[in-house]
């Protein structure tokens, strides 16, 4: 690879590793810190020798392992604890400054740290996640693999709230969630509707507590319109599931359907060519797996052979790896976006 | 919360903090040039991370070690997003109490014969 791809990826991976830190710390010193980055990459593109840019990944990751952990920590302290949590943290600090050593571990010590903290991350934090269907194209791909951050959106408890970026899922945020009529699939859908929203659609465009949405991350691609999926919850049909009919029959009140406490409303971004609330219903708050947190392949793939690996993918991977896959996606952040009201 | 600040409270100070005052002794720097200065300091034995230099950065404004700097000394190789940081009177006061604390320290390993042979680049900069 060339070094200035290098580099940029480099530097877009370092993007991404910014978001551990607190959101204090990152807003101070975010803009900094990728400067100063970006800064160490390009010394490190004019001075010659082997392994300097592995040397130096395992620099930063180093680096960034500590200090994430270290900022959080201080940034739970600088909150009012309860008297139980501050003697937890006093017990935690005197283990940590006790194993704090001036020198740099030792290559064995700093490899298991890695690997611990890559465990633990690749089995409470995140999960690996591809997206098959085409529900959110325009914002999602068939075939983009991402990572799913299982932490934002799991209530921790008041004590973990504080330690973790928790936070409650809002409108327009995209989430990962078991699909109600069958929980062994996990769906990728956006928020459209919280508790108490009210919510219909008049040609096309959603109208949400009485006010018109004009949503920039739609994608529209069929120009005919179909009472239903256009002008919902008008003239319900037959492809409605039991829980689509349920809601349809417990929840709708004036031509709005009014989302109930504990649960969310949920819509494809590919509007005409996505199964989601309005077919099938609510998502119960608690069936939210997580936020997308960003794509780590895209391979342009059938819907099949994504869901389970045959011989077949594999020999097609192996053969067209390099130009199916859409380098242009990798590591990429799906974003929250909110939608703005109308004139 | 709040200490008084006093330079006594303050010492030790790690190596990184330490490293970090020197290299703003001299003269106000951006987070490179301090990371550049302290591996200079330090014959690249000390790296500082983004991390580690902006957790440092970000106690020792705290504490009033350094300061924000409104001077942007070199307007052709800058960017808006850097930001240069000099050392407060109090920044001055702990790095000569450390030093002093260091001195003494080596001065006792000497009364120790540890230094049989003088060696040349012990860290602690110019």
């Keep these: 690879m060339p070094q200035s791809a290098l580099m940029r990826w480099f530097c877009r991976v370092y993007l991404v590793m910014l978001y551990a830190y607190p ?17 160490r990459c390009r010394q490190l593109t004019r ?21 994430t952990l270290q900022e959080r920590i201080a940034a739970v302290r600088a909150t009012t604890l309860p008297e139980c949590g501050r003697k937890a943290l006093q017990v935690a600090r005197t ?21 611990i903290v890559f465990l633990f991350a690749t089995t409470t934090l995140v999960q690996a996640y591809v997206v098959p269907t085409g529900s959110m194209e325009g914002t999602l791909l068939v075939g983009d693999h991402m990572l799913v951050d299982r932490v934002t959106y799991s209530d921790p408890g008041s004590w973990g709230a504080r330690l973790l970026p928790y936070r409650e899922v809002a409108r327009g945020d995209i989430v990962a969630f078991h699909y109600p009529e069958d929980v062994r699939q996990t769906y990728v859908k956006r928020v ?36 239903y999926r256009d002008d919902f ?31 969310l409303f949920v819509m494809g971004d590919n509007r005409e060519n996505s199964a989601d609330s309005r077919y099938w219903g609510f998502v119960p708050r608690a069936y939210v797996v997580g936020k997308p947190l960003l794509v780590y392949w895209s391979y342009d793939a059938p819907t099949a052979d994504l869901e389970t690996w045959t011989l077949g993918h594999v020999a097609d991977v192996m053969e067209h790896f390099f130009t199916k896959t859409r380098w242009r996606r990798m590591l990429l952040v799906p974003r929250s976006r909110q939608a703005e009201v109308a004139p | 919360m709040r200490k008084p600040p006093s330079p006594q409270d ?7 903090v330490f490293h970090i005052l020197l290299a703003l002794a001299g003269e ?58 000099r050392m407060t009177p109090l920044g001055r006061r702990v790095v000569r ?12 390993a000497k009364a120790c014969r540890l230094f049989d042979r003088p060696k040349a680049g012990v860290t602690g900069g110019d």
């Design chain 2, 10 to 16: 303050l010492v030790p100070l790690t190596p990184p």
């Design chain 1, 192 to 227: 459209i509707g919280i508790p108490g929203d009210r919510i219909h659609l008049e040609n096309k465009q959603v109208v949400r507590n009485g006010l018109r949405l004009r949503e920039p991350y739609t994608q529209h691609i069929d120009p005919l319109i179909d009472a």
């Design chain 1, 233 to 263: 919850p008008q003239a319900p049909q037959f492809n409605t599931t039991p829980r689509g009919r349920d809601m349809l029959a417990h929840h709708v009140r004036d031509g709005e359907a009014i989302v109930p406490p504990g649960m």
């Design chain 1, 47 to 67: 001075t010659p020798g082997h392994w300097r840019w592995l040397r130096f990944a395992l620099h930063s990751a180093a680096d960034w392992i500590s200090t």
């Design chain 2, 28 to 85: 106000e720097r951006h987070g490179y040039g301090i990371m550049q200065d302290v591996a200079r300091q330090t014959n690249d034995a000390l790296l500082l991370g983004p991390g580690t230099l902006y957790g440092c950065l970000k106690r020792m404004l705290a504490a009033g070690m350094v300061e924000e700097s409104d001077v942007r000394p070199d307007p052709a190789l800058d960017d808006e997003r850097r930001r240069y940081y």
């Design chain 1, 23 to 39: 959101r204090d710390f990152r807003a101070q010193f975010g803009g900094e810190m990728q400067q100063l980055f970006r800064d």
């Design chain 2, 97 to 108: 109490a450390e030093a002093q604390r260091l001195a003494d320290a080596v001065a006792a």
């Design chain 1, 95 to 115: 283990v940590w400054s006790v194993g704090r050593r001036t020198q740099p571990r030792g290559f064995v010590a700093e490899w298991a740290m890695t690997l």
